[in-house]
């Protein structure tokens, strides 16, 4: 049977559904769901993903089956509609969009009103009635399809026409007579032939040059950057959904629009969209023209036009729609819709994009409102959304000053919310090149999705045109980046590289601000304020009840800690880090960098005396300065984190970074050291090192400088004894020895570490727990992990140095060529930014097995920049680190990225389960069917076999036996006692003749016949089946089901030694049920390579 390429939808039935979205795609599976539930689409078919894969795979060629299977559901359309594509009475015409599984708004391409020629833009005159219409969808047809699958730049059709306009002097595209666009349509096919492209005629052709375009706009540019940005896989692919055209173009009667079922930007819960009169549905999306808000409620000004009030019907049957639509998908949808001729059509269901705010307020409201569970919740919102709630805001009153002195230009739509400040550019090229530099403002007339690049780089976003639906508010949103759009009082020159607002005139690299949130615009720079969780949080200025968005942040994380079992610490120097880690929940200190303390204030100086001493006695003097200080940040930190693990990491940096590089600094130096400059330069020269991140360090400098350590060790201990004893409440600290690659250099220093402690104890007359561990930072304590942990009593992996290390590149000047070996492919991701899993990866999983193996207590964590990254807290989640720590404002993000892989696991184990269960019911099924095969052959052949009775000999009693058939359940060794009986009774004689031969051949044939086989087969069904299942059923809880597998039936064995049958008596094979302790052999071994949930730490 040939694949299935094509799904049909149309008339209330599809042959897809919303369960079929990696197949089908988004936008085809919320058609598909859409037909279903009967809302009004109109008719179409969706190309599936696995062409476009078949179609990068084989140079642009399609499958064989796959033109049969389009023209058959053509027809199917076009019994639906009413009409026949390329009739030139009565033509159909076509939309061809793209649709990958996940929403990429405007990165792929798109092609409307196929179909059109000089024969069928008549036709559809006479049809319509409206020949203005059918010329305006010529030219449109023309201008995008030379576009999108021609290979013409837009701009070259776009100057003809915005030439034409001026000539006219037709301020829009609306004021244009169908004279004008009929002359228009012969410029345009001039200028093609001009550039050597021929427009074709025939409708099929332009069909398929539509369907390769939008396969081909999969790896154009703008939607590989949308790619990377989003973590999305290349071979994913995009499929093609085919959709007769309605037209919002047609009339006052005609519209199109947008709209979301609650506010993407805040995720207030009221409907919220914008629509455009006689106009098609790329008019709203693009940002051509500045749209009107869809109902009373988002009006801005009174003047304004809502859909509400001009067509009253056609919007109370959106407002069902949407209802409808947010129940079934329990989500908040972006909906595209068109009203031809005061018919509602909808184009498109999808679950919206939204901003971090609205992400959560959307998640907490929909489970309060009992819409979806606390597990759906969590999963709702992206680990790095909650950045944008703790992202700073402006100054309420420092605003205020500017408007009062004349600053603020302009107020318009507030698309995304946040505060932005930087220096405008005017193009994305710009961004790009100026974002290096500092922080930029994109300013355009409009985005195309051709400005991703410099979307991305850029701290926020303003365009004179669009909506709060336009491509730049929707991509903003998604991006966390502040938007305004629709600021209609900005002149904006891109050659002259400026913009004029009020009178006054801004050129590229003047500072602006702008508010995301209240849509204002501001000239200069504004001051920043902390966000309001961080003012509820950390700066106590704000009362919690005060702050929704405050509330809605702590729910959504206490939920996520009732499902994450992976811990999560902070990284912290200082008491105000370690106050601002606990506020946003770590629970205790990953990572304490010693090294930091030191370059406070005039501590460097006691430092610099220290390393340059000639002797350990000058050592010693500068030591003792320097400990008090360093014992008073280990009592804040301590304080701050009652009761909780402290880990501290000893020095770890080379001595040349505190060294003076200046002669001034040197002399300065000297002279307080009594020494001569010329002495203490060549001194500083000394502890130059060439390659200092794998010099003199770490614990080397343990081993070598033992004094220094030494003092860390006894500051440390001083003071977790002297905040013990005044809070009543122990502390325990843990001690970290880093860059160790050796066990006995870790054996060597944590004698030396114990030693001091114990004295440190014994002198306060107080016993505390404390532990000695290592990071591990270098791939030979990772490799010999056994070893060490022999001496460790934890592991932290040090993953900024371990990818260094591991990967022989220096992360300072990775930046040099990182980004081409990601953008060839090399590396999936930055391997500095987020684990790089196939290699230092690797290195973990080896050191936590072989760590564990030699001491099953041992703690494992990480406190590498990594553990704040969410795919890579995942992964450690996953080869069962105990802890992530990262730096304070990141730990919300471990947080939920922890509940995430958690619910993850969950789902995993239960599908899992279920498939173990399927696996076993399945291979029983199957182990029964093959032994009543067995049987069946068996009772055919034995007759065949049998020999002609021989009469016995004269004189001779014949015993007869009983001739009740055996139940074909009852197993073979359980005959009967009337059968033992007869046996026992019957003379030697008889029983030679009538028995001997059936009691001697039937155990051999059970056994090899019916036995053997039967459990060959359970076992051979039984780890097929569940291979199959367990495979199956999780990739369907990962992502969904691309479409329902064919039924495979399972190989069943032949019976071995079948020529014994012959010789078989006619004695019936017995049925063996199937052995228990089988079932359970195979389920435990498909199993087998499934981790167990983990406990919640």
């Given at each position: 049977?040939?694949?299935?390429?094509?799904y049909?939808?149309?008339?209330?039935k599809?042959?897809?559904?919303e369960e079929?979205?990696?197949l089908l795609?988004?936008k085809?599976a919320?058609l598909?769901?859409m037909t279903?539930l009967?809302i009004?689409v109109p008719?179409?078919f969706?190309?599936t993903?696995?062409?476009?894969?078949?179609?990068?795979?084989?140079?642009?060629?399609?499958p064989p089956?796959?033109?049969?299977?389009v023209?058959?559901a053509?027809?199917?359309?076009?019994?639906?509609?009413?009409?026949?594509?390329g009739?030139?009475?009565?033509?159909?015409l076509?939309?061809?969009r793209?649709g990958a599984?996940?929403s990429?708004?405007?990165?792929?391409?798109?092609?409307?009103?196929?179909?059109?020629?000089?024969?069928t833009?008549?036709?559809?005159?006479?049809?319509?009635q409206n020949p203005?219409f059918s010329?305006d969808s010529y030219?449109?047809?023309?201008q995008m399809?030379?576009n999108?699958?021609?290979?013409?730049?837009?701009?070259?059709l776009?100057?003809?026409?915005e030439?034409?306009?001026?000539?006219?002097k037709a301020?829009?595209?609306?004021?244009l007579?169908?004279?004008?666009l009929?002359?228009?349509?012969?410029?345009?096919?001039?200028?093609?032939?001009?550039?050597?492209?021929?427009?074709?005629?025939e409708?099929l052709?332009?069909l398929?040059g539509?369907i390769?375009?939008?396969f081909?706009?999969w790896?154009?540019?703008?939607a590989?950057?949308?790619?990377?940005l989003?973590n999305i896989?290349e071979?994913?692919?995009?499929?093609?959904?085919?959709?007769?055209?309605?037209f919002?173009?047609?009339?006052?009667d005609?519209?199109?629009g947008?709209?979301?079922?609650?506010?993407p930007?805040?995720g207030?819960?009221?409907f919220?969209?914008?629509?455009?009169?006689?106009a098609?549905g790329?008019?709203?999306?693009a940002?051509?023209?500045?749209?009107y808000?869809?109902?009373?409620?988002?009006?801005?000004r009174?003047?304004e036009?809502?859909?509400?009030e001009?067509?009253?019907?056609?919007?109370?049957?959106l407002?069902?729609?949407?209802?409808?639509?947010?129940?079934?998908?329990?989500?908040m949808?972006?909906?595209?819709?068109?009203?031809?001729?005061?018919k509602?059509?909808?184009?498109?269901?999808r679950?919206?994009?939204?901003t971090?705010?609205?992400?959560?307020?959307?998640?907490?409201e929909?489970?309060?409102e009992?819409?979806?569970?606390?597990?759906q919740?969590?999963?709702?919102?992206?680990?790095?959304?909650?950045?944008?709630l703790l992202?700073?805001?402006?100054?309420?009153?420092?605003?205020k000053k500017?408007?009062?002195a004349g600053?603020?230009l302009?107020?318009?739509?507030?698309?995304?919310p946040?505060?932005a400040?930087?220096?405008i550019?005017?193009?994305?090229?710009?961004?790009?090149?100026?974002?290096?530099?500092g922080?930029?403002?994109l300013?355009?007339l409009?985005t195309?999705?051709?400005d991703?690049?410099?979307?991305?780089?850029a701290?926020?976003?303003?365009?004179?045109?669009?909506g709060?639906?336009?491509?730049a508010?929707?991509?903003a949103?998604q991006m966390?980046?502040?938007?305004?759009?629709?600021?209609?009082?900005?002149?904006?020159?891109?050659?002259q590289?400026?913009?004029?607002?009020?009178?006054?005139?801004?050129?590229q690299g003047?500072?602006l601000?702008?508010?995301?949130?209240?849509?204002?615009v501001?000239?200069?720079?504004?001051?920043?304020?902390?966000?309001?969780?961080?003012?509820v949080?950390v700066?106590?200025?704000?009362?919690?009840?005060?702050s929704?968005?405050?509330?809605?942040?702590?729910?959504?994380l206490a939920?996520?800690?009732?499902?994450?079992t992976?811990?999560?610490?902070?990284?912290?120097?200082?008491?105000r880090?370690?106050l601002?880690g606990?506020?946003f929940?770590?629970?205790?200190?990953?990572?304490?960098r010693?090294?930091?303390?030191?370059f406070?204030?005039?501590r460097?100086e006691a430092?610099?005396?220290?390393i340059?001493?000639?002797?350990?006695?000058?050592?010693?003097?500068?030591l003792?300065?320097i400990?008090?200080?360093?014992?008073?940040d280990f009592?804040?930190?301590y304080?701050?984190m009652p009761?909780?693990?402290?880990t501290?990491?000893?020095?770890?940096?080379?001595?040349?970074e505190?060294?003076?590089?200046?002669?001034?600094?040197?002399?300065?130096?000297?002279?307080?050291?009594?020494?001569?400059?010329?002495?203490?330069?060549?001194?500083?020269?000394?502890?130059?090192e060439?390659?200092?991140?794998?010099?003199?360090?770490?614990?080397?400098?343990g081993?070598?400088?033992?004094?220094i350590?030494?003092?860390q060790?006894q500051?440390?201990?001083?003071?977790?004894?002297?905040?013990?004893?005044?809070s009543k409440q122990?502390?325990?600290?843990e001690?970290m020895i880093?860059?160790?690659g050796?066990v006995?250099?870790l054996a060597?220093?944590?004698?030396?570490t114990?030693?001091?402690a114990q004295?440190?104890m014994?002198?306060?007359?107080?016993?505390?727990?404390?532990?000695v561990?290592t990071?591990?930072?270098?791939?030979?304590?990772?490799?010999?992990?056994?070893q060490?942990?022999?001496?460790?009593?934890f592991?932290?992996?040090?993953?900024n140095?371990?990818?260094?290390t591991?990967l022989?590149?220096s992360?300072?000047?990775?930046?040099?060529f990182?980004p081409?070996y990601?953008?060839?492919?090399?590396y999936?991701?930055?391997?500095?930014?987020a684990?790089?899993?196939?290699?230092?990866?690797?290195?973990m999983?080896?050191g936590?097995e072989?760590?564990r193996?030699a001491?099953?207590?041992?703690?494992?964590?990480?406190?590498?920049?990594?553990?704040g990254?969410?795919?890579?807290?995942m992964?450690c989640?996953?080869i069962?680190?105990?802890?992530?720590s990262?730096?304070?404002?990141r730990?919300?993000?471990?947080?939920?990225a922890?509940?995430h892989?958690?619910?993850?696991?969950r789902?995993?184990?239960a599908?899992?389960e279920e498939?173990?269960?399927?696996?076993?019911?399945?291979?029983?099924?199957?182990?029964r069917?093959e032994?009543?095969k067995?049987?069946?052959e068996?009772?055919?052949?034995?007759?065949?076999?049998?020999?002609?009775?021989?009469?016995?000999?004269?004189?001779?009693?014949?015993?007869?036996m009983?001739?009740?058939?055996?139940?074909?359940?009852?197993?073979?060794?359980a005959?009967?006692?009337?059968?033992?009986?007869?046996a026992?009774?019957a003379?030697?004689?008889?029983?030679?003749?009538?028995?001997?031969?059936?009691?001697?051949?039937?155990?051999?044939?059970?056994?090899?016949?019916?036995?053997?086989?039967?459990?060959?087969?359970?076992?051979?069904a039984?780890?097929?089946?569940?291979?199959?299942?367990?495979?199956k059923?999780?990739k369907?809880?990962?992502?969904?089901?691309?479409?329902a597998p064919a039924?495979?039936?399972?190989?069943?064995p032949a019976?071995k030694?079948?020529?014994?049958?012959?010789?078989?008596p006619a004695?019936k094979?017995?049925?063996?049920?199937?052995p228990?302790?089988?079932?359970?052999?195979a389920?435990k071994?498909?199993?087998?390579s499934?981790?167990?949930?983990?406990?919640?730490?």
């Open positions: 049977m040939a694949e299935k390429y094509v049909f939808f149309g008339e209330g599809a042959e897809g559904s079929m979205r990696n795609g988004g085809g919320g598909a769901e279903n009967g009004p008719a179409g969706t190309i993903t696995e062409v476009c894969t078949y179609y990068f795979q084989h140079n642009s060629q399609y089956e796959l033109r049969d299977q023209q058959k053509l027809a199917r359309v076009e019994r639906c509609m009413g009409a026949r594509f009739d030139p009475n009565n033509p159909l076509l939309s061809v793209s599984r996940v990429m708004p405007g990165m792929m391409d798109s092609v409307l009103n196929l179909g059109l020629n000089p024969d833009v008549e036709g559809l005159a006479r049809r319509s203005r010329w030219r449109r047809f023309i399809y030379s999108v699958v021609m290979g013409l730049s837009g701009h070259v776009e100057s003809i026409l030439e034409y306009k001026k000539k006219k301020a829009k595209d609306t004021d007579s169908t004279d004008d009929k002359t228009l349509v012969q410029l345009y096919r001039e200028r093609l032939r001009k550039e050597g492209k021929e427009f074709p005629l409708p052709d332009q398929w539509g390769g375009a939008v081909d706009s790896n154009i540019p703008r590989i950057t949308y790619r990377k989003n896989p071979d994913w692919g995009t499929a093609t959904n085919v959709q007769s055209m309605v919002g173009n047609r009339g006052d005609s519209a199109t947008v709209a979301f079922t609650r506010d930007a805040t207030e819960k009221r919220f969209g914008e629509w455009l009169p006689n098609q790329e008019d709203v999306v940002g051509i023209r500045t749209p808000p869809i109902n009373n409620e988002n009006k801005k009174p003047e036009l809502s859909l509400e001009h067509m009253p019907g056609c919007y109370n049957q407002v069902r729609i949407y209802n409808r639509l947010e129940k079934h998908y329990r989500d949808q972006d909906i595209e819709f068109t009203i031809q001729n005061g509602l059509w909808m184009l498109q269901t679950s919206g994009k939204r971090g705010f609205a992400a959560v307020r959307m998640a907490v929909m489970t309060e009992g819409l979806i569970s606390k597990e919740a969590i999963k709702r919102v992206e680990p790095e959304a909650l950045i944008q992202a700073p805001i402006f100054d309420a009153a420092e605003k500017a408007a009062n600053r603020l302009t107020k318009a739509l507030n698309a995304g946040g505060a400040c930087g220096r550019v005017f193009s994305a090229e710009e961004a790009e090149k100026q974002a290096a530099k922080p930029v403002l300013v355009r409009e195309s999705p051709d991703i690049h410099g979307m991305a780089v701290r926020g976003i303003l365009t004179a045109r669009g709060m639906t336009s491509h508010a929707l991509v949103r966390g980046r502040p938007c305004v759009v629709g600021a209609g009082a900005l002149e904006i020159s891109y050659a590289k400026r913009m004029k607002v009020k009178g006054k005139v801004l050129k003047d500072w601000s702008m508010d995301g949130t209240t849509g204002e501001l000239a200069g720079q504004l001051a920043t304020y902390p966000s309001e969780v961080v003012q949080l700066e106590k200025k704000l009362l919690a009840a005060k929704k968005v405050f509330q809605n942040f702590e729910k959504i939920w996520a800690d009732e499902f994450r992976l811990g999560v610490r902070c990284n912290a120097d200082t008491p880090q370690a601002e606990l506020k929940g770590a629970a205790g200190i990953g990572l304490c010693t090294e930091h303390m030191f406070e204030g005039k460097i430092v610099r005396e220290m340059l001493a000639e002797d350990s006695a000058g050592r010693a003097r500068a003792s300065k400990l008090p200080m360093q014992k008073g009592i804040g930190i304080k701050e009761g909780l693990p402290i501290i990491r000893l020095l770890d940096p080379p001595l040349h505190f060294l003076p590089h200046t002669d001034k600094e040197i002399r300065e130096l000297a002279r307080r050291m009594k020494v001569k400059p010329q002495k203490l330069k060549a001194k500083v020269v000394q502890l130059h060439f390659n200092p991140m794998l010099g003199l360090r770490g614990c080397r400098l081993i070598i400088f033992p004094e350590y030494d003092l060790v500051a440390i201990m001083e003071a977790a004894c002297e905040v013990s004893k005044s122990p502390v325990t600290p001690i880093p860059l160790v050796h006995k250099e060597y220093l944590r004698e030396r114990e030693k001091i004295e440190v014994a002198r306060y007359k107080i016993e505390l727990k404390y532990l561990g990071m591990v930072e270098i791939p030979r304590a990772a490799i010999t992990a056994d060490v942990a022999s001496v460790a009593e592991f932290s992996y040090g993953t140095d371990l990818t260094q591991a022989g590149m992360r300072d000047d990775a930046g040099s990182l081409g990601v953008e060839k492919g090399i999936k991701r930055d391997p500095f930014e684990i790089d899993q196939e290699g230092v990866g690797l290195l999983k080896i936590v072989k760590g193996a001491r099953p207590e041992l703690k494992v964590g990480i406190c590498g920049e990594h553990g990254e969410p795919s890579s807290v992964f989640h996953r069962g680190l105990d802890y992530v990262c730096s304070p404002y730990v919300p993000v471990a947080r939920m922890a509940a892989v958690a619910l993850q696991e789902e995993e184990q599908a899992l498939a173990m269960k399927k696996a076993k019911r399945e291979a029983k099924k199957e182990a069917r032994a009543k067995e049987k069946l068996g009772a055919a052949e034995a007759p065949a076999a049998a020999t002609p009775k021989k009469a016995p000999p004269p004189g001779a009693k014949v015993i007869k009983p001739t009740r058939p055996i139940k074909p359940t009852a197993p073979f060794a005959r009967s006692a009337q059968q033992k009986a007869a026992k009774t003379k030697p004689a008889t029983q030679k003749i009538a028995k001997a031969p059936a009691k001697k051949a039937a155990k051999p044939v059970v056994k090899k016949t019916v036995k053997a086989p039967a459990k060959k087969a359970l076992k051979k039984v780890k097929a089946t569940a291979k199959k299942a367990v495979k059923t999780i369907k809880v990962a992502k969904p089901a691309a479409k039924k495979k039936t399972i190989k069943k019976p030694k079948a020529k014994q049958l012959k010789k078989a004695k094979p017995v049925k063996k049920p199937a228990k302790k089988v079932v359970e052999k389920v071994k498909a199993a087998a499934s981790r167990p949930m983990r406990k919640k730490k």
